[in-house]
Structures are given as C-alpha cells and as structure tokens.
C-alpha cells in the first residue's frame, strides 16, 4: 500500500497514539477500534515494538491499552471486566492513569459515588 492510499480514520489515531507513546509525551493511551482492524493495529504495534493489552469492548470493538509495562500491569490488576461495569474507584484510577483532566476525574469520581450511594448525597 502507497503512503498516499486512504488510510481508515481509526488508523490515523493509532499511529498519532504511537507517536506521542515515542516522545514520551503520554506513558499510556486507549485505542478503542472495531474488531475488523485488530490484525492491523496489532501488526502495527508489534512493527513499532509497543507493548499492550487487548480486551474486548462489547460486542463489535476492542480496547488497546498501550503503554509502558509498568502501566500494562496495573491495567491487568484493575481493569478485569468492561468499564461500565469499574467501581468508582477503578474508573478514577484508570482515568488519572490516562492523564484524563484530574479535576475532571475527581468531579466524576463524587458523581458516581453519590449514584452507588443510591442517589443520596453524602451529609
């Protein structure tokens, strides 16, 4: 395939994430895909030497977490179901561990915990 060829728009992201992986501008990153590219996304992790973990999400993609091995770890520990079902404590964790907005996360982080408290606010 020609540089020039069409390249899918889920591609484009992975090869950006790889990127800012390299210039060590982030330790980790989620590559969620449709399950049609894992072939490629994983040739191309596997070409750039990135070491990952992969999980479904749902029934049509699939999540890349890739990243240094010591986050790799830590997302094998934490992350053994699908996220939407992550305690609060295990969405905040993963969230800070993918440099999502701190404030952001912790804003998130009392929201879920006054829904698993059914909805009451804490007194």
Do not use: W
Not at 27 to 42: D, I, R
């Amino acid at each position: 395939m020609r540089q020039s060829e069409i390249m899918p728009m889920e591609m484009k992201v992975l090869m950006n994430h790889i990127y800012e992986l390299q210039k060590g501008v982030r330790q980790m990153v989620l590559f969620t895909c449709p399950k049609q590219y894992e072939a490629c996304a994983t040739r191309r992790l596997c070409s750039q030497n990135m070491d990952f973990v992969l999980q479904p999400a749902g029934k049509n993609n699939l999540n890349f977490y890739i990243g240094r091995k010591e986050c790799l770890n830590a997302i094998r520990l934490i992350v053994t179901r699908p996220l939407n079902e992550l305690s609060p404590e295990e969405d905040f964790i993963l969230g800070t561990m993918l440099g999502y907005d701190l404030c952001a996360q912790c804003e998130r982080y009392c929201e879920r915990k006054g829904r698993c408290a059914n909805c009451q606010h804490a007194q």
